[in-house]
């Protein structure tokens, strides 16, 4: 079984020098290529087939490794955000639900820059949040609420599995 080496951005297909992540199989290293996680930067012939034999991630890696995202599509909605965020609020970290005990803890959804200010319904611009948070936030950033984030709010698309473990790419914030 062909094995494929991964690395991070910055891969010199001159010097083959490269910061060597992981390897993966032929088939997740298509998958990869597919969803534009990476790019190959060597090729083989195995049999009748050109396949990848290195890797190169489209977005440099910053090493973050989280579980339970990497699923192949991750179709877009509220109740999404919620579990990629393991339904816990992104501001005071309380578990949050649809039907909670408490009022205060009921599942809401935050757009860290208020969609009053122009702040996307984005993967990156939204981020689980208990209704007394997001209450307390109301029409302003994180900053300006003193309500700084515990978590980095990612595309579950822009991440992948190896191992057991996710990588996820970070997400290039609009400047
Ligand atoms: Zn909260």
């Not at 009053?116 to 029409?139: I, Y």
């Not at 700084?148 to 822009?158: G, M, S």
Request: hydrophobic fraction near 35%; proline fraction near 6%.
């Amino acid at each position: 079984m062909a094995v494929v080496r991964v690395y991070n951005l910055g891969y010199d297909p001159e010097t083959r020098i490269g910061e060597l992540l992981h390897t993966t199989t032929v088939r997740h290293a298509f998958g990869m290529i597919r969803r534009e996680v990476a790019d190959p930067v060597e090729l083989t012939m195995l049999g009748d087939r050109i396949v990848p034999t290195a890797l190169e991630l489209t977005r440099e890696l910053s090493g973050a490794w989280v579980e339970g995202a990497g699923q192949r599509s991750v179709g877009f909605s509220y109740r999404a955000v919620h579990e990629r965020d393991h339904w816990s609020c992104g501001y005071c970290g309380r578990s949050v639900s649809k039907s909670p005990a408490r009022e205060a803890l009921l599942a809401t959804v935050d757009h860290i820059l208020p969609s009053s200010r122009g702040g996307l319904s984005s993967w990156t611009n939204l981020v689980s949040a208990c209704k007394e948070c997001n209450n307390r936030k109301a029409d302003r950033t994180p900053e300006e609420a003193g309500m700084p984030l515990r978590v980095d709010p990612y595309d579950p698309a822009l991440a992948y599995r190896v191992g057991g473990f996710v990588e996820r790419l970070p997400v290039l914030v609009p400047a």
